[in-house]
Nanobody
Framework: QAHLVESGGGLVQPGGSLRLSCTPN????????MGWFRQAPGKEREFIAVTNRNGASQYYADSVKGRFTISKDNTKSTVYLQMNSLTPEDTAVYYC?????????????????WGQGTQVTVSS
């Protein structure tokens, strides 16, 4: 069973928006840094965005800067990824992940807990 659960994926037209949500299967993830990754067909998994424990700081991949926003609501135990101005190149399975160790660098190995992914398809 996945440690995290993603939702909100689906089919959207180019230029449209989607908001993904991520919720832990327990209440032990609220103090963790949370990140979003994606994997397009035939490609490696890539980093999208990360936010720190309290949601005060965010870091984005160049490919989504200015279009995507990550946020963390510890009260609701939910992490969001607001995606605007979507393009077909954004089509991928999007994964939520948690880093419980307060790392200062973003790398796949730092994220110990993952969701099973939610499909985002951008197409006319």
């Amino acid at each position: 069973q996945a440690h995290l659960v993603e939702s909100g994926g689906g089919l959207v037209q180019p230029g449209g928006s989607l908001r993904l949500s991520c919720t832990p299967n327990g209440r032990t993830f609220e103090t963790y840094a949370m990140g979003w990754f994606r994997q397009a067909p035939g490609k490696e998994r890539e980093f999208i965005a990360v936010t720190n424990r309290n949601g005060a700081s965010q870091y984005y991949a160049d490919s989504v800067k200015g279009r995507f926003t990550i946020s963390k609501d510890n009260t609701k135990s939910t992490v969001y990824l607001q995606m605007n101005s979507l393009t077909p190149e954004d089509t991928a399975v999007y994964y939520c992940a948690a880093d419980p160790k307060l790392h200062t660098i973003v790398t796949l190995g730092n994220f110990e807990y993952w969701g099973q992914g939610t499909q985002v398809t951008v197409s006319s």
